[in-house]
């Protein structure tokens, strides 16, 4: 049976738009590559990709493949996000926080662990019993290493056994190490409380350290004075600062201005007025 002319042509026909189709594929990647090279270059020197750019690329590649759009498409489409997906997302988010959590749990216990051994070492010097000879530098190291509260509590432990201490032999003088460990911790709310107990210890002890007494004194003054600049000298710290400096008849080393404040305010110093109102009353 002779094959009409429409079905011998219709190969051909093909082939030519198959032929037509890569031809103007290939001019198209061509423009696209130029369009893209010519970005860095020329007016446009200097030039971000923009959208558009991603877009251009996007056909480059696309067009230039043995995969057609429609593949792609669905390739894109496919990729949806999955209930084991998000329970994988959902479980590292929650093993990322419980890690976090046991790093906090770890540092307070290392915390409380350091709090309790200063308190404990700072307990065994303070007491009458104790056989443990406590060195300046273990107090230092457990001191620097307590919290902010448990440095509070050593203050107010030291602070409470020099002021009781007077009818205990030796305490006075156990405070010392203490006291000058605080100094040393670089602990700073309020650092000026710590020298001027300090100057009180070394002033109460059983032989007295006037001039080391006067010159931890003066450093409390000083410090307050930062911190309060507008307001009078702290009276207690000049009362003893005074007693300190009339035990060593030595010459003042300050301004005039200076030691005549430094004198009215320990004047008015509520525990001077206490003690000359019992002595009145002897």
């Not at 002890?205 to 000298?233: C, G, M, R, V, Y």
């Not at 702290?234 to 010459?251: E, M, R, V």
């Not at 300050?254 to 001077?272: D, F, P, W």
């Amino acid at each position: 049976m002779p094959l009409s002319n429409r079905a011998i042509s219709s190969p051909s026909d093909n082939e030519n738009n198959m032929g037509i189709a890569a031809v103007l594929k290939h001019i198209l990647v061509i423009f696209s590559l130029l369009y893209l090279v010519c970005i860095p270059f020329g007016k446009l020197g200097g030039k971000r990709f923009t959208p558009v750019d991603m877009g251009v690329l996007m056909i480059v590649l696309i067009v230039n493949s043995e995969v057609k759009f429609k593949d792609i498409v669905e390739r894109i489409s496919s990729a949806k996000v999955t209930p084991t997906s998000v329970e994988f997302t959902l479980q590292e988010k929650i093993d990322k926080l419980s890690e976090k959590v046991d790093i906090q749990a770890k540092k307070q216990v290392d915390q409380d662990k350091a709090d309790a051994e200063a308190k404990s070492l700072v307990d065994i010097q303070l007491s009458e019993t104790g056989h443990k000879k406590v060195t300046l530098s273990e107090l230092r190291e457990k001191i620097h290493s307590a919290s902010s509260s448990a440095t509070e509590t050593i203050y107010k432990m030291a602070k409470d056994a020099r002021r009781n201490g007077s009818n205990q032999k030796g305490i006075i003088e156990r405070t010392i190490p203490i006291f000058q460990a605080l100094i040393d911790s670089e602990y700073e709310n309020d650092t000026y409380r710590f020298y001027a107990q300090l100057g009180y210890a070394l002033k109460d002890k059983e032989n007295p350290d006037w001039k080391e007494a006067k010159n931890k004194l003066d450093s409390a003054i000083s410090l307050w004075k930062q911190k309060h600049p507008t307001d009078d000298f702290p009276s207690l710290y000049c009362f003893n600062w005074l007693f300190c400096a009339a035990n060593l008849k030595d010459k003042l080393e300050l301004e005039q201005e200076e030691i005549n404040k430094r004198i009215e305010a320990a004047t008015t110093c509520n525990s001077l007025y206490a003690v000359i109102k019992d002595w009145s009353l002897d």
